[in-house]
């Protein structure tokens, strides 16, 4: 078994070098993550100026793109070997509801599925996480889970640990995406030279939070775990809109 790692966060993130800590009794590790953090890249590729990638000292591997650049390189060529499986994460912060639209963690394992791997997405829900080792015992759960019964191809997993002791736990609820309010506006300021700048507002708050979503089953405690598909089409809408387009 060969596991390719990335992240958003960059190649030194802890929550990255805890999970290829954690997976490495179960299998050979790759990491090819961002040589910087990449957060909200979503799945964006750099097709107008070479990559470039390198080997650092603790064998993690840094490239100069994106979490989506990262994953497409290792499975198409940069890897001697190609992974059977793509782990994303430990993220640095929730990817919960509308968040999946934007995160570079939720990209990257999906780009490994896109590529045709089984993927799924690691995220603690804090902005300083400290409980990594609750997330790492999840991902040893959900790993052994896919070799024992493996899901669907088509099935990609985003994972929301909260940031607990694993005592702590209540334990897995597969759940559905939320949804967020609305943005908050930009923040605007100046630089040095008096020039207007701007500051992407922090995301609206919790609005579709009920029961069954991911954001109530983290919120009671508990690991949420939502399926993803690659596949947007709204099929409920097609005899729809066939209607409604001119002849």
Known sequence: MHILLSNDDGYLAQGLIALANGLQSFADISVVAPDKNRSAASNSLTLEMPLRAHETTNGFIKVDGTP???????????????????????????????????????AAATEGRFLGLPAVAMSMVSSDPQHFESAVKVAQIILQRLLD??????????????????????????????????AESVIKSQDPRGRAIYWVGPPGAEQDAGPGTDFHAVSQGYVSVTPLQLDLTRYDALDMLKDWLPA
């Not at 940069?78 to 640095?92: S, T």
């Not at 088509?154 to 702590?168: A, F, G, K, R, T």
Request: contains cysteine; proline residues 5%.
């Open 68 to 106: 989506t650049d990262c994953v497409h390189l290792a499975i198409t060529g940069l890897l001697k070997n190609e992974p059977d499986m793509v782990f994303a994460g430990i993220n640095h912060g929730a990817n919960l509801g509308d968040d999946v639209l934007y995160s570079g963690t939720v």
């Open 149 to 182: 019964q493996p899901l669907a191809k088509d099935i990609l997993l985003n994972v929301n640990v909260p940031d607990l002791p694993w005592s702590e736990i209540k334990g897995f609820q597969s759940t559905r995406l939320g949804q967020r309010h609305k």
